[in-house]
């Protein structure tokens, strides 16, 4: 007899009710139907597959991309008491002649592998012999090139639809824009099945953009005003940037690792092993790092160096807060970011037409960066999603910006630019407008430009401010090949000779304190002292019970549910499971350990 899905979800998974689209969803592939499911990060996509593949006869297929990925959710799914395993190239030859024999005798409910693997001639063979419950491909965007991370290893995946007509395929993804979401439903065939777009809010993340003036130490006063021994990623766009800032960060007294595709196979492994199963870890990488990672603590996710575009910012930022807790994602960039990006789209291998999107997904990115409005109500129209009113939970929310007619500012700085033989960085261009008398200045006789001086009522931070916009605007043109010049765009004539008005943002100079309340967050960390110090004596529990096992402290007990243990206190087993992440085998497992802390606690 099949089992009730909501019977698995609270049986198995430890929670009461589905939430947003989840229900709707889980019926379609439950009854057969096929599903293109984008919900956000932290919006429960798991148990969009996990419970029908519970539900359904049969072995549920996962296709996944990294190897860390798979560990981490058949790990996870084995505490829950289900029977799971991955196929990898990582494994020892016999727990592969292993899993093959489970398979076989129906002694698995689900199998993660990798793209590669699942295609192999052997593996089909074998799942042809297999009842299948379902095949669902996670991080779907990477089957198209419209995507961030395209794979070219996920195009063979159409095969599932020829080749086994009668099993439910589900395909998900974070991230994904319109001509993302047609191209993964078409190159997967899944046109006839439906489509399902949960919304791209992550009211738990707080957005926060900076002007870069001395970022690794705008980076440390961060961590240690906000986010003191917790989790956290900072992005860098280079390997190099990525050991030096580490280095810097351990200097500091921060328990940082590095992480990019250029260390040794066996530290990277070693580094990302440690940020899993410790507490309060900072891992500094490249985009090498995430996607594979489950971790559901990540107290802030900082970039030092831009993205590549929205979609990136989204998935890299999104990270944070998989609990749903209070999280912050915070970005430095200045004009030397946007000569990065533009001259890796420029020297890229990619055709023209590809060359032009990049572009124009980048001036998205600025425009984001640069805007007055709410930052979530700009980040979700892009995803075509809509947030009625501003979220109160960004930077431009908090601290509101002030929009000012810049048009006389723009001419100055544009005239400035011109005048100076547009070859010089923003830099020397403010010093002559601020009429800074530097060797510099003098040596090239730019003191006696009609420009020199004419923006002394400005400072120099203000002045790199409107350059920025300036730039973000395509009113200037930055040099890509590393020196920085500064060059006119065709477009600035018409500022230029004053005839179209430029509207500027003038920085908020005052600094908003720090909730902990984020937007429409689940519970957040305690503040009460009586419930913090529980809290911080469960997590003591949680990390002995994880190391004594060998896995990440998250796959026991997330943050959410230890806060919400500290809140309810239950004293026995029946008031313990009904704590929202305990499923019978989780409370038969752990309950008597953690209930022994609450009680030593309380008394």
């Known amino acids: 007899m099949p089992r009730d899905p909501l019977s698995v979800l609270h049986d198995v998974f430890g929670y009461t009710a589905f939430r947003g689209q989840q229900a709707e969803i889980v019926s379609q592939v439950i009854s057969g139907g096929d599903a293109l499911v984008l ?12 419970v029908p ?20 959710q058949v790990e996870t799914l084995r505490q829950l008491g289900v029977r799971a395993a991955a196929l990898h190239s990582a494994l020892p030859p016999g727990e592969s002649r292993n899993i093959a024999r489970a398979m076989r005798a129906g002694e698995l409910d689900m199998l ?25 491909i996670d991080e779907a965007h990477c089957v198209s090139q419209w995507g961030h991370d395209f794979r070219p290893e996920y195009l063979q995946l159409d095969t599932l639809a020829t080749r086994y007509p009668g099993v439910p395929r589900i395909a998900l993804t974070a991230t994904a824009d319109g001509p993302t979401r047609r191209d993964i439903a078409e190159r997967l065939k899944l046109q006839n099945g439906r489509i399902f777009v949960a919304g791209f809010d992550r009211p738990n993340i707080r957005y926060r953009i900076v002007p870069k003036e001395n970022p690794r ?6 961590i ?14 280079s390997r190099s940037k990525v050991e030096g800032t580490a280095e810097w960060l351990r200097g500091e007294g921060i328990e940082a690792l590095p992480y990019h595709a250029g260390l040794d196979r066996e530290v990277r492994a070693s580094n990302q092993d440690r940020f899993l199963k410790e507490d309060g870890v900072v891992m500094v990488a490249t985009i090498a790092f995430g996607m594979g990672i489950d971790k559901p603590d990540v107290r802030f996710v900082a970039h030092l160096d831009l993205p590549k575009s929205l979609e990136a910012y989204y998935q890299e930022t999104g990270r944070a807060g998989r609990d749903g807790l209070p999280s912050d994602a ?17 020297e890229s291998d990619a055709p023209e037409r590809q060359k032009q999107i990049d572009r124009q997904k980048l001036d998205a990115l600025l425009g984001y960066c640069e805007t007055v409005r709410c930052r979530r109500q700009v980040l979700l129209e892009y995803f075509a999603d809509a947030l009625p009113q501003p979220c109160g939970n960004c930077d431009t ?3 509101p910006v002030e929009a000012f007619d810049g048009t006389e500012l723009a001419r100055k700085a544009l005239s400035c630019v011109y005048r100076t033989g547009q070859r010089f960085g923003v830099g020397h261009v403010i010093d002559v407008l601020t009429g800074s008398e530097t060797d510099r200045v003098r040596q090239l006789g730019h003191d006696r430009l009609s420009t020199w001086g004419i923006g002394r009522d400005l400072s120099k931070q203000e002045w790199k401010s409107v350059f920025r916009q300036l730039v973000a605007a ?5 040099d890509t090949e590393g020196h920085g010049g500064l060059h006119l765009a065709p477009d600035c004539r018409e500022v230029l000779r004053g005839e179209k008005e430029i509207h500027l943002r003038r920085e908020a100079v005052k600094r908003a304190s720090r909730s902990k309340s984020g937007g429409r967050a689940v519970r957040a960390l305690p503040d009460d002292p009586a419930e913090a110090s529980l809290f911080q004596a469960l997590r003591a529990k949680r990390l002995e019970l994880a190391r004594e096992q060998g896995v990440p402290p998250y796959v026991i007990f997330h943050d959410a549910t230890l806060t919400e243990l500290a809140h309810a206190r239950p004293r026995s087993m029946t008031e313990f499971a009904s704590i929202p992440g305990v499923g019978q085998a989780k409370l038969l497992r752990y309950a008597d350990a953690f209930l022994e802390v609450i009680e030593q606690h309380v008394e």
Not at 39 to 50: F, H
Not at 117 to 129: A, I, K, P, S, V
Not at 474 to 478: A, E, F, N, P, T
């Open 39 to 50: 919900m956000p990060t932290g919006g429960g996509k798991s148990l969009c597959y996990q």
């Open 53 to 72: 593949a519970l539900v359904r006869p049969g072995l549920g297929v996962v296709v996944s991309p990294l190897i860390a990925l798979m560990q981490d």
């Open 112 to 136: 993660y592998v990798s793209p590669e693997r699942l295609l192999t001639d052997g593996l089909l063979d074998m799942l042809d012999d297999c009842k299948l419950a379902l095949f669902a």
């Open 217 to 222: 130490q705008q980076l440390l006063s961060f």
């Open 224 to 237: 240690r005003r906000e986010h003191p021994n917790e989790a956290g990623i900072v992005y860098c766009l």
């Open 330 to 346: 915070w970005l430095a960039y200045g004009i030397q970011d946007v000569a990065k990006i533009q001259g890796l789209i420029a």
């Open 397 to 399: 929310c908090l601290e």
């Open 474 to 478: 395509g009113l200037l043109i930055v």
